[in-house]
């Protein structure tokens, strides 16, 4: 390229630099393309040979699948017979399951069920080249400095090893949104697969049943302890409220009623029966009362009608009047017989009376026997009530004490049940799970997968490449074409000069993978003239005609031609430019 002295920068006004990120120049990507197409097909090439080398040394591995069913089942006899509190398995429960068949729990019970300690096959060393067990040991630096002549592990370190080992080719996985869990295993025999598959499913199931049963055990361990506290706190509550009882004078009469409070309900019907008497005794003793005052000799008294004594004078007295009334009638009102039956009938009466007044003074006496029993039982309701209420009063603390010796004796009644029922259930052998798809021998390995192992390979082979390729791109530091001038140096270029080789004579050394090798005979000094139409003519024109632009005003000019490095073709650009402007 030619750059004279007095070249003024110039920028093309027709290329928008604002828009250039908006769009893929896809001319440049063919180009990038092409000149690293080999870098990234080396690549490609290399991580395939790598895969290739990696599916012939590695060694195939077997998978055996078996399927747990976390049962629902709503049968009365397993829900009667199952754990009490027991939840419904819900999706936390599931996933839960997922990672218990995950760990080392079922790991270590695998091993020691099959004895895997001692299975050659299972504990000897894996022979792939590019396994992970390889890779780990290559990364463990201390082991290349440890002793040759260390101690063998010890059992223990042998069967955490054969644990690590089962609990790592374990894969299990939720089926959909369902309660199935497909549980597999990888192995490199297919026979063992299928063993320590089908050992993780029954593991898993006696590890459920074992869980039940201690976690039964444990629960009727504390409910015995917890009854015999319960035991003991309602036979102190109950003494409290016994002695509470005898202290306070609580004696009870049957059916929770205090013989206090019995005692007042007695005495207050009694007070209201003697009110009942009282009044009538009143009664009676004023109705006699008031017969004597009117000295009424008809009037009609219940005890007089049952007295004898009363029925033979009121008899008597009765004979006399009607003898009197005769005789008076034939006789006359003063005739001696008359007078001495008036007289009769007056001593009759007489008697009569005072016998009403021996039933008066009898009502009397009952009356005030009737009052002062009254008295003396509203004095003992009094009596009575103040006890009741003391008594109410002192209720409160003992229904308080009560409660609390029914509290606890409740809850000892309760704990003794579940007590009993976990003594039962530790007899169940019942598991909320069941294998539906047993273990079975794989056909074929199901790793590696050749073709896919290859292609993957090949595709990150040629992501590297192209990882590299483009840092090649961003490395790069020539100009390749005129555009690549404008955008780094902002000047306007003025062409491209192809390479030319001064090797005519012999040309066996001209260079035929080199597009810009020019090699069609002639010399390098005179090829301006022998070639004038080529590329090479084109460019000194150019700068020609550019030189002319830019330094119209001046008559005499000086052309200086330069380079970066030595051996660029200076001298062979100046004598051609020489003479094209001779030629000119």
């Not at 509190?85 to 729990?105: F, I, P, R, W, Y």
């Not at 590299?468 to 003025?494: C, I, K, N, P, Q």
Request: hydrophobic share 40%; glycine share 4%.
């Amino acid at each position: 390229m030619l750059s004279p002295d007095k070249l003024t920068p110039r920028i093309d006004p027709s290329r928008d630099t604002g828009n250039e990120a908006d769009f893929i120049d896809f001319d440049k990507l063919i180009a990038i393309a092409r000149r690293q197409w080999r870098m990234v097909a080396a690549c490609g090439f290399a991580f395939a040979i790598l895969g290739i080398v990696y599916v012939l040394t590695s060694v195939p591995v077997y998978t055996a699948d078996t399927s747990v069913l976390i049962d629902r089942s709503d049968s009365q006899v397993i829900n009667q017979l199952a754990a009490f509190g027991q939840m419904d398995d819900d999706e936390g429960t599931v996933l839960s399951q997922v990672e218990l068949l995950k760990s080392d729990t079922i790991a270590y019970a695998v091993v020691d069920k099959l004895k895997l300690v001692d299975n050659p096959e299972f504990m000897g060393p894996k022979s792939s080249l590019f396994s992970v067990s390889t890779l780990k040991s290559f990364m463990n630096f201390r082991s290349w400095f440890a002793d040759d002549a260390a101690v063998a592990p010890d059992p223990e370190m042998r069967r955490r090893g054969a644990a690590e080992t089962v609990a790592g080719n374990i894969d299990v996985e939720r089926v959909g949104r369902s309660y199935v869990l497909d549980v597999s295993y990888t192995a490199q025999s297919p026979d063992l697969a299928r063993d320590i598959a089908a050992a993780i499913a029954d593991v898993y199931l006696v590890d459920k049943l074992n869980s039940k049963y201690e976690a039964t055990r444990r629960a009727g361990q504390w409910l015995q302890e917890r009854i015999e506290e319960l035991r003991q706190q309602a036979l102190d509550t109950d003494l409290a409220v016994q002695k509470f009882r005898s202290e306070h004078g609580l004696v009870e009469a049957g059916s929770g009623t205090l013989i206090s409070e019995q005692q007042l309900s007695e005495i207050n019907t009694q007070l209201i029966n003697a009110q009942a008497e009282t009044a009538k005794a009143e009664a009676r003793y004023a109705r006699v009362k008031s017969i004597i005052d009117a000295k009424q000799t008809d009037a009609i008294v219940t005890d007089v009608l049952d007295s004898s004594i009363s029925n033979d004078l009121r008899k008597k007295y009765l004979e006399a009047s009607k003898l009197e009334t005769e005789i008076e009638a034939r006789l006359g009102p003063d005739h001696v017989q008359a007078v001495r039956l008036r007289a009769e009938m007056e001593e009759y009466k007489r008697l009569m009376f005072d016998e009403l007044n021996r039933i008066a003074e009898s009502y009397q006496s009952e009356l005030q026997v009737a009052k002062s029993r009254e008295n003396s039982l509203r004095d003992s309701v009094t009596q009575a009530t103040g006890v009741a209420a003391s008594a109410g009063e002192t209720q409160v603390q003992l229904r308080e004490l009560e409660r609390t010796r029914d509290t606890y004796k409740n809850l000892y009644q309760s704990f003794l049940t579940r007590y009993q029922e976990a003594i039962q259930q530790q007899s169940f052998p019942i598991t909320a799970a069941r294998i539906i798809t047993t273990a079975e021998t794989p056909t074929k390995p199901s790793a590696p997968k050749r073709a896919l192992v290859v292609a993957f390979a090949m595709f990150v082979g040629c992501a590297f490449g192209s990882g590299v390729a483009a840092f090649r791109e961003f490395r790069d530091r020539f100009f390749r074409t005129g555009d690549d001038v404008r955008d780094v140096l902002d000047v306007e270029s003025l062409g491209v000069m192809p390479l030319i080789e001064n090797n005519v004579d012999d040309p066996t050394l001209v260079d035929p993978s080199n597009p810009r090798s020019i090699a069609r005979g002639g010399k390098t000094t005179t090829y301006v003239e022998e070639h004038p139409l080529s590329a090479f003519a084109e460019t000194l024109r150019s700068a020609k005609i550019a030189i002319d632009l830019s330094a119209a005003d001046q008559r005499c000019k000086v052309i200086g031609v330069v380079s970066s490095l030595p051996g660029e073709g200076k001298s062979t650009t100046s004598i051609n430019f020489a003479k094209l402007l001779a030629m000119q």
